[in-house]
């Protein structure tokens, strides 16, 4: 039996649409075997999803995608297996959550300084207590008609030189592979394609994040087309890493992305789940 695996999701308790119980239960309805919940630097979301797997008969793999600035470059590394109880891994998550929440503030001012008032107060009541994303600004603003999609208004406000861009320091690489591995999990570099990394600079990334202790590198995701997956899999065979696959589900909103709904790994790959221990294997 193949096994339907899909390791990168959100829900409510970051940028995602559905909570913790519905995502579940949908990854149940599209028979998803294993889901991992990977929210943006919180592990919020997990105690109600592994509540929800048990009910639904699935497995749930407690992750986190935690924000890394690398040489100016935002890149995301997904920890898998993550043990949401570590004090080390939420102390560190706390200070992503505290630069989150000024950075919030900031992208509020910068908009309302380009004619766009009350963003931060809608973005805030949009993450419902929970973190405060740019996908809610994104949300707000096209909305108001300010863009006609949430990757429009990426493009017009919220990406570098734009109005509603503001800089700062999330976690370093080391940080945040320490935190996963200090929490007992497993470190995946993130959707790799979606950098636009030159294959040097992809592969000074990857270099370093071996030398950290990095174990894998996403080599099927829901943001990569054919060619990017074969790609990183001559990446992941090249640096020995192994090779993860999700699908960064975020919720209905965006139908071309289902869970679960993911091509299978390319030949000669080594699953990250090669040797967890799995439902029927
Ligand atoms: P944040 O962590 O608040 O900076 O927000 C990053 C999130 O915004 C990502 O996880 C994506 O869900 C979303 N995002 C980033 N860039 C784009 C884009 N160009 N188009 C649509 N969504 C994006
Ligand atoms: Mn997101
Ligand atoms: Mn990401
Ligand atoms: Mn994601």
Redesign the pocket.
Known sequence: MTLKIDLHSHSLAS?GTLSPSQLVEHAASQGVDVLALTD?DVTDGIAEAERAAEHFGLGLVPGVEV?VSWNHT?VHIVGLGVDPQNQALQEGLAKLLAF?QRRAEAIGQGLEKAGIPGAYEAARAKAKGSII???HF?HFLVEQGHAKS??DV?KKFLIKGKPGHVGGQWATLEEALGWIHGAGGQAVIAHPARYRMTATRLRRLIGEFVELGGEGIEVISGSHSRDECYTMARHASQAGLKASSGSDY?GPENPWIELGALPPLPDGCTPIWADWDLPGQ
């Open positions: 940028d943006h924000s935002t989150r994303s740019r996908t994104a949430v990757r990426f975020h």
